[in-house]
């Protein structure tokens, strides 16, 4: 069947259609067993992400120009399960994506690192909000924290200028709905890897979270010692509160 209309336009393909391919070329890489072992996206339901880091990431693409009026092609394609492939480096993301040809296009995304200036502004801002910390260790976002990391100006998320993108097929645009449908699918994968956004930008996760308890660990030994003082006399060490946290202290 020809992949273009009467008209002369790309015929239409069903996203059964475009499932089926996806599950075909998938199935064909796993038996060559050409790329190692591969991370399809899997999307459950109609949204692409649910976590807090999941969405900022997705609405951070979409509130730029540059990328707002062809990000929004790529959502059929992850949904579909056409990212057959996907996987986040240092600064890098890489990724095959099925498509209309027998082979997968090869997709690579870098990101720029993380300037120091809007780390250091972070890390700052979590010290000044500790109570939002146990917060974040629970696994949910503090919402003081929520405009910090999604600010343009000294947040965490990239801008369009910190990403270069390419894809192996012919569309000639920057963003073709390839490469959109795999910016989607880091949305979708840091609903379960929320630490994977800090390697892609790269930095260290445990730097957060220890510099900040490092700074009020005097506070935290007296709650714990307050906690426990009725029940029996304790001597919380620097290596204990460590413990606690699986943090070690500088001297």
């Known amino acids: 069947?020809?992949?273009?209309?009467?008209?002369?336009?790309?015929?239409?393909?069903?996203?059964?259609?475009?499932?089926?391919?996806?599950?075909?070329?998938?199935?064909?890489?796993?038996?060559?067993?050409?790329?190692?072992?591969?991370?399809?996206?899997?999307?459950?339901?109609?949204?692409?992400?649910?976590?807090?880091?999941?969405?900022?990431?997705?609405?951070?693409?979409?509130?730029?120009a540059d990328y707002h009026n062809r990000i929004g092609r790529g959502k059929s394609y992850v949904r579909n399960g056409m990212v057959i492939d996907l996987k986040i480096f240092k600064g890098k993301i890489e990724a095959l994506v099925a498509g209309s040809r027998p082979q997968p296009y090869?997709?690579?995304i870098n990101i720029a690192p993380l300037i120091p200036k809007a780390w250091k502004n972070i890390k700052e801002h979590l010290n000044s909000k500790f109570d939002s910390l146990q917060i974040l260790l629970n696994g949910d976002f503090p919402?003081?924290?929520?405009?910090?990391f999604s600010s343009r100006?000294?947040?965490?998320?990239?801008?369009?200028?910190?990403?270069?993108?390419?894809?192996?097929?012919?569309?000639?645009?920057?963003?073709c709905k390839h490469l959109a449908a795999v910016l989607y699918g880091v949305g979708a994968r840091l609903d379960k890897n929320p630490e994977l956004i800090f390697t892609l930008r790269g930095v260290d996760a445990t730097e957060l979270i220890s510099e900040t308890i490092?700074?009020?660990?005097?506070?935290?030994?007296d709650k714990a010692k307050e906690a426990k003082k009725r029940k029996v006399i304790i001597n919380i060490t620097d290596n204990e509160l460590g413990a606690m946290f699986d943090i070690?202290?500088?001297a």
């Open 1 to 64: 069947m020809s992949r273009y209309s009467n008209y002369g336009f790309p015929a239409y393909v069903t996203g059964a259609e475009r499932k089926a391919k996806a599950e075909k070329q998938l199935k064909n890489l796993k038996s060559k067993n050409k790329t190692g072992e591969l991370s399809p996206m899997v999307i459950d339901g109609r949204n692409i992400s649910s976590s807090w880091w999941g969405k900022a990431w997705c609405q951070n693409l979409e509130s730029y």
């Open 106 to 108: 090869e997709c690579s």
């Open 143 to 148: 919402e003081p924290l929520q405009h910090v």
């Open 153 to 175: 100006e000294h947040g965490f998320f990239p801008t369009p200028k910190e990403i270069t993108m390419d894809c192996s097929c012919p569309d000639w645009a920057i963003l």
């Open 214 to 221: 490092q700074s009020h660990k005097g506070t935290l030994l």
């Open 248 to 250: 070690d202290f500088k």
